[in-house]
């Protein structure tokens, strides 16, 4: 039968107790609370491999437990064979692999030198325990903060409706003090998220260098291990504060530990004690969490003197940066093609850039006041933002042709008209009123415009004239006359409504008789 093990601290113990000391076995028993039979072992152990005290310096425990238990750590003499731990978490990868089919699985292969299934899977935690390293994070004074959102919601009751809606809670701590910022905000969107970020600034009185958010939507366009796309958006929020964004890797919580911590903390110490309260407005609800959250980080540590306000003025308050002059205004950023018409569209107004760009994919930078575009970072246009569905089009961006006939109007084209002739100017004024729309008359008054480039104005003002007595309203009626030259045939009189009745020709009514 295998001697039993004991700790190589008790065998040091037992042999020091034996051979230095010269105890005897039962003395050493009492002293060592260990087995008369196995000391007996032990020290004839250490005299057959004539061992003395004290034990040589290069002995260490892995060489002193080769020395004392020669077949432990050897495989093949086991009564049970040992499963590969390794081999078991990576078949685990895979779909529909479970810790019950692999040890039957490996029941099958080595029969009565299997584990029982209870001691398979204690072996696999174990082995997977040990695989586990937590890096001890140190934090500089101002160097990182952590920011997520709670998981639970904070309600609010419409005092009209009766409806309620959920908010979120904003989270954010400084990695060194764990000085905790909160606050409540209607969503998640993009705007809540960076309006948070400004008002947590504001609330530290300055700026982190790094900024480690999760990989949210509002803050991650395209999560990665290694190369996450921020939201442009966020990033012009980290250039406006002159801090890096670094979002945690995702499905590893522990690299935002910090946020990890306070989100349970601001949950406990300040959302359950709201939770009896009915709150009617968004304001209602950040007053409470501004109080509640004043007592959270003066509440003493645990096992460190202080607290969390402390920490802050003491570590990381004199080393944030420099809030910028003014805060952070939010841009929506979005691409957009433009369109054939030269104008892209942003929620349901269309905006116009210059016409060399159609057919470009343009970045729109829109703001409270401002819709600017850009492309290739250089800014192709800027437009007053409007929030009615319309069409904002500047002049210089549309092509020379097109600001030809933008510059037309019924009075302008009028205005023509009489200069060439009254006949002229009684036809143009005809077009533009039998017309539902003005513009549909364009086309044909320039048309005419047109031939008194080919026709002079007098030939023009006849043939319009023709055209008037005639109630002939089309373009190519005018073109007719001007091309057969029926414009100078001499004027045609008017006929004689009444015949005389004593010519020859007449018949009288004694004809017929």
Not at 137 to 160: L, R, S, W
Not at 229 to 244: F, K, R, T, V, W
Not at 330 to 347: C, F, G, L, M, R
């Amino acid at each position: 039968m295998a001697t039993p093990r004991i700790t190589m601290r008790k065998l040091r113990d037992i042999l020091r107790l034996r051979l230095a000391a010269g105890l005897s076995i039962r003395q050493i028993q009492a002293v060592t609370r260990t087995s008369i039979g196995l000391i007996q072992k032990l020290v004839a152990r250490a005299e057959a491999l004539g061992l003395g005290w004290p034990l040589p310096d290069e002995l260490d425990d892995n060489q002193l437990q080769q020395l004392f238990y020669p077949t432990s750590n050897n495989p093949n003499t086991e009564r049970y064979k040992q499963p590969d731990c390794a081999e078991v978490h990576q078949s685990l990868k895979h779909k529909g692999v479970t810790l019950q089919l692999l040890w039957e699985e490996y029941a099958d292969q080595f029969g009565i030198r299997a584990y029982s299934r209870t001691q398979f899977c204690a072996i696999y935690r174990r082995w997977r325990q040990q695989q586990k390293r937590s890096m001890r994070q140190v934090h500089k004074a101002g160097e990182k903060c952590f920011v997520d959102y709670c998981g639970p919601t904070m309600p609010i009751v419409n005092p009209h409706t009766g409806e309620i809606r959920e908010c979120q809670v904003f989270v954010g701590v400084l990695g060194a003090s764990n000085y905790t910022f909160a606050e409540a905000t209607l969503s998640q969107k993009l705007s809540d998220w960076l309006a948070s970020h400004s008002r947590m600034f504001t609330f530290f009185g300055g700026t982190p260098a790094i900024v480690v958010p999760d990989n949210l939507r509002s803050a991650v366009s395209k999560p990665c291990r290694y190369d996450p796309d921020l939201n442009p958006s966020y990033q012009q929020l980290a250039e406006h504060y002159g801090i890096a964004v670094i979002p945690a890797r995702p499905y590893k919580p522990k690299d935002k530990s910090k946020a990890e911590v306070a989100v349970p903390i601001v949950e406990r110490w300040i959302m359950a004690r709201l939770r009896h309260h009915t709150f009617f407005s968004l304001a209602e609800v950040n007053q409470c969490i501004k109080a509640l959250l004043i007592e959270l980080n003066e509440k003493p540590f645990k096992q460190l003197p202080g607290n969390r306000r402390e920490a802050f003025e003491a570590i990381d308050k004199n080393e944030l940066g420099p809030l910028p002059s003014h805060p952070y205004e939010y841009v929506d950023i979005k691409s957009a093609k433009v369109n054939i018409d030269y104008h892209v569209q942003y929620e349901h107004h269309f905006y116009s850039v210059p016409h060399e760009y159609v057919g470009e994919t343009i970045e729109l930078h829109v703001s409270d006041r401002l819709v600017t575009v850009y492309f290739a970072q250089h800014q192709a246009a800027q437009h007053p933002r409007a929030f009615r569905a319309g069409m904002t089009t500047t002049e210089a961006h549309m092509p020379k042709r097109h600001q030809k006939h933008q510059a037309w109007t019924p009075e302008r084209l009028v205005s023509w008209a009489e200069k060439v002739g009254p006949d002229v100017k009684r036809w143009v004024s005809r077009q533009i009123e039998i017309k539902d729309h003005p513009e549909q008359a364009y086309r044909a008054c320039l048309g005419l415009l047109n031939l008194n480039k080919k026709y002079p104005s007098t030939r023009l003002d006849a043939a319009c004239r023709i055209a008037n007595n005639n109630d002939l309203v089309r373009l190519k009626h005018i073109t007719s006359i001007l091309k057969s030259n029926r414009d100078q045939l001499p004027e045609q009189f008017s006929p004689v409504v009444e015949l005389p009745q004593d010519h020859d020709n007449v018949r009288g009514p004694q004809h017929f008789h």
